[in-house]
């Protein structure tokens, strides 16, 4: 097969590549709804999936709506989500996002990106994971390993995130690009890492322009 030459050709080809190398890319934070998995979006700011994963139960347990939430003690919810790091600003987010959505969003979760980034602790980067996991909207998450792979593979140069997404966007469909983020993310943790990418293993190392295999 000819190498892909362009940035939007190797994008097309990478996402074809790892849907057959990730088949069920999932969200990793658990969630049983759109409120659920923004708040867990905004928990997991400099944390672990993993490490947010484990105080939701409680948190979900105790505050299972944005009613609930809007009317929790900070000090209690702070008691609740204390193991992960910045845990008092994100209790003010989630608390006051809570109270907005109850205000301004009948208790729902708003689709629009432009609704979703007033909500505190929500920027681009949570919104596109709500809008793309939870809301069948388009939305392409940038983080670290988007942004790392995005520049390895040569499909941008840009360096800010908003810019990363923008010059993004046009290469995948949009319903696929959520799924093209996860993948990025998932292949980032695996296999093209930050310190030592594996490219002897990573199939995309035929096309890649930064492989050394
Ligand atoms: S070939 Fe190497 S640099 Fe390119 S995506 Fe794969 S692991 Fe990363």
Request: proline share 7%; with cysteine; aromatic share 4%.
């Amino acid at each position: 097969m000819a190498r892909p030459r362009t940035p939007k050709g190797r994008a097309r080809r990478t996402h074809e590549r790892l849907i057959e190398e990730y088949p069920e890319a999932k969200c990793e934070l658990d969630h049983h709804n759109p409120f659920e998995l923004l708040t867990a979006t905004i928990l997991s700011a400099q944390a672990t999936d993993v490490g947010v994963n484990k105080v939701t139960p409680a948190l979900f347990a105790r505050y299972p709506t944005p009613q609930a939430l809007a009317e929790a003690d900070i000090a209690e919810v702070e008691v609740v989500i204390g193991s992960l790091g910045l845990f008092r600003s994100k209790a003010k987010n989630i608390v006051g996002m809570a109270q907005l959505l109850l205000e301004d969003y009948d208790g729902e979760v708003p689709h629009t990106m432009k609704e979703l980034v007033r909500l505190p602790g929500v920027g681009r980067k949570t919104a596109n994971v709500v809008r793309s996991v939870a809301l069948g909207e388009p939305g392409l998450p940038v983080d670290t390993h988007v942004t790392r792979l995005s520049h390895l593979l040569e499909l941008t140069e840009e360096t800010d995130a908003v810019k990363i997404e923008t010059a993004l966007n046009p290469m995948i469909p949009a319903a696929q690009r959520g799924e093209f983020s996860l993948r990025l993310i998932l292949h980032g943790r695996r296999v093209c890492g930050a310190r030592k990418p594996r490219c002897w293993e990573c199939v995309l190392n035929d096309f890649c322009p930064s492989s050394t295999a």
